[in-house]
């Protein structure tokens, strides 16, 4: 089993669908990671040779932010939102969606089950 940034990578898919189980790669910077290094797309990852292995994993510490690191960037960029007061910062906080989506009805998974109102029925 290949290790790349952290994460244990499925053996038998190919090469750019087994590049996305990490988090902040998705599928077109897998195809670029593969086309960079060289590495046939149609290549399992099992078929890999560790040098093959130790290219990519070169290259994503090089030109990208990932995992633990992408995780914790994010989560700086939301508390900085936050500690500033933005409207955006707000949404956060009052764990509201944070986009523009309605509020009046759905969003239920940003707000949790729907809470009775007392007296409130038929």
Do not use: W
Request: net charge positive.
């Amino acid at each position: 089993m290949a290790r790349i940034a952290g994460v244990n990578i499925p053996t038998g898919k190919r090469i750019p669908i087994a590049l996305t189980y990490i988090h902040g790669i998705g599928p077109s910077t897998a195809e670029q990671i593969c086309e960079a290094v060289g590495v046939d797309t149609a290549q399992r990852v099992n078929e890999l040779s560790d040098a093959d292995v130790m290219k990519i994993r070169e290259h994503i510490d090089q030109n990208f932010t990932v995992e633990g690191e992408l995780r914790r960037e994010v989560q700086m960029n939301i508390k900085r939102m936050m500690d500033m007061g933005s409207y955006r910062g707000l949404r956060h906080r009052r764990n509201l969606p944070v986009r523009g989506q309605r509020t009046h009805t759905n969003a239920r998974t940003r707000k949790g089950p729907a809470k009775p109102i007392a007296g409130k029925k038929k």
